[in-house]
């Protein structure tokens, strides 16, 4: 029989940890790549603390592996989740509750984008949640 590894024996590794920051600031910054340029244009919804404080936390993350960090980065994703999720919901009680017009927009693709946006979110949860550091910031 084989030796096995559970998936939290072998994400507590740092160098693993440290792998997966990497790429979530790779990926992160392609995600916003296109629109650095809006960043300070809030009027279509693209704000600097959207973009610059997830990828700080990276940073700090990559750089330190602290837990502290990890505390703060895991707050803001889980909170950020949140506020997708309210953006949904209420998307689709406006469209529920619209008597102007009979035809509906939630079509297929729309209830696709939303099914994979969830699953990504609840993934990157599950992933940032399972690498939790074990080392703190020592006080001195």
């Known amino acids: 029989m084989k030796n096995r590894i559970s998936i939290n024996e072998y994400l507590k590794s740092d ?12 990926l992160w910054i392609v995600l916003w790549f296109d629109s650095f340029r809006f960043i300070n244009q809030s009027n279509i919804g ?19 592996n602290k837990k502290e960090i990890w505390i703060l980065l895991i707050s803001y994703l889980t909170l950020y989740t949140l506020w997708v999720l309210k953006n949904m919901l209420f998307d689709i009680l406006m469209e529920y509750n619209r008597d102007y017009s009979p035809q509906t927009v939630w079509t297929y693709e729309r209830i696709k984008e939303s099914t994979i ?24």
């Open 46 to 64: 693209i704000y600097s603390f959207q973009i610059i404080i997830p990828l700080l936390l990276l940073i700090g993350q990559l750089i330190l």
């Open 117 to 140: 946006m969830i699953l990504i979110l609840f993934a990157v949860n599950w992933i940032i949640w399972k690498i939790k550091p074990q080392k703190t910031i020592a006080i001195e």
């Open 15 to 26: 160098k693993k940890q440290r792998l997966i920051y990497g790429i979530g600031i790779l």
